[in-house]
């Protein structure tokens, strides 16, 4: 059994006590259909409407019927841009066919390959480019924007080296422009702010497993009247975008996490950001040859990412792994593939940075002493590592 104070590659969290509580009675006394008529599923119906409207309200939503639940945020994703995209070439009455896609080049996979499907339909993508912290500048985007751009997708956080995007000034770009905003929330949701009326976004990816909620739930964020696609064709729920039974017992951990995080997020902020600013300069103090990556205040306060010189990220995991210690190099989605990540690859950082990189998140029962844990077996790590290495830092 692994130490959970020791778990750092907590970009997916673990269900926390309240949500799995509020799961329980949907799991064996309320267990009925939201689609039946009888009293059981007219009290899953009402469950569902309460968890429907808790994340409208967090996130600023019109309407609670903006917000379609999903199974996961790689679902969320491919609903949000194959949806659009082919809602638009089968509509009869579009006067031009908008057939061009812009994706920034720090996306999440679920995205990036939704575009790519997307050409067989005659669609092509481009790949908007970012600074050196990953962030994506509106007056790029706004150059880039044509009358053929049917939507851009652009992530609200990187999931690796947390950089967090202007979102309220991209959004106000393709707002200018006439031009469907997505983006990918899913690390961003439940910790910073997030107001898709105030940031003009027509589409929002949420996640449960984020936040401290089940596995299993996501949800879309869908501006009213935005024409959508369904991917799953069936019973029609969802309002007809999201066809199959409901999860009810996840969905309704999701938003009982989603209220949870809200409620104590500006606590969670100022812990977080002491955290940070902690290990940063600590870490700094012991080893050399380090590159702290993405934006140094504009980032997510829970995350860090950095490239130790002279080592290697797999290398790295697996040292602190005899030390109880949980870590990441990459996305846990995709770190079963041994190349480079595209997104730190953006960055234009060097191949010894990308392959040197190593991440970390905090969570709530993260201190001060987990981290001076963290920082002395790193060290050891790093310097062993060193030697060895047939790349020699000067």
């Known amino acids: 059994m692994f130490n959970k104070h020791l778990y750092f590659d907590i970009g997916a969290t673990p ?225 007809n975008f999201r066809s199959g039974t409901h999860n009810l017992p996840a969905i309704v951990g999701f938003a009982t996490a989603a209220q949870a995080a809200h409620q104590k997020s500006q606590q969670l902020l100022k812990k977080y950001q002491n955290l940070s600013k902690y290990f940063t300069y600590s870490l700094s103090q012991k080893l050399d040859h380090l590159i702290f990556n993405g934006h140094p205040q504009q980032r997510l306060v829970n995350n860090i990412h950095l490239s130790i010189l002279g080592v290697e990220g797999e290398s790295l995991v697996l040292g602190l792994n005899q030390f109880g210690i949980c870590a990441s190099s990459g996305s846990a989605c995709s770190s079963h593939k041994l190349q480079a990540d595209p997104a730190l690859k953006a960055l234009g950082l060097s191949p010894e940075a990308v392959h040197g990189s190593l991440r970390f998140f905090w969570h709530e029962w993260t201190t001060k002493k987990d981290l001076d844990y963290l920082i002395e077996k790193l060290v050891i790590v790093v310097e062993r590592l060193r030697k060895i290495s047939a790349y020699k830092v000067v």
Do not use: W
Not at 168 to 188: M, P, W
């Open 15 to 239: 269900l926390s006590k309240k949500a799995a509580l509020a799961m329980q009675p949907y799991l064996y006394e309320h267990f009925g259909n939201p689609a039946s008529a009888h009293q059981a599923g007219q009290l899953a119906h009402a469950a569902l409407n309460q968890a429907r409207q808790t994340i409208a309200q967090i996130i600023n939503a019109n309407h609670d019927s903006e917000i379609i639940f999903t199974s996961c945020a790689t679902e969320s994703d491919n609903l949000a841009i194959k949806g659009v995209a082919l809602a638009h070439y089968l509509d009869q009455n579009k006067i031009i066919f908008k057939n061009h896609l812009l994706i920034s080049a720090i996306e999440h996979p679920g995205v990036l390959e939704s575009a790519k499907s997307l050409e067989a339909f005659g669609f092509t993508y481009e790949i908007l480019t970012v600074d050196q912290y990953g962030q994506v500048k509106p007056e790029i985007l706004a150059r880039k924007i044509t009358e053929k751009t049917l939507m851009v997708s652009i992530m609200a956080a990187n999931n690796q080296f947390g950089t967090i995007q202007d979102l309220f000034s991209l959004g106000q770009v393709c707002r200018e422009k006439n031009v469907i905003f997505h983006t990918d929330a899913a690390v961003y949701f439940g910790l910073h702010p997030l107001d898709v009326q105030r940031m003009n976004l027509d589409l929002v990816t949420l996640s449960s497993p984020k936040i401290y909620g089940p596995k299993g739930a996501a949800a879309l964020y869908k501006r009213q009247n935005l024409k959508l696609q369904p991917l799953f064709h069936g019973g029609g729920q969802e309002f």
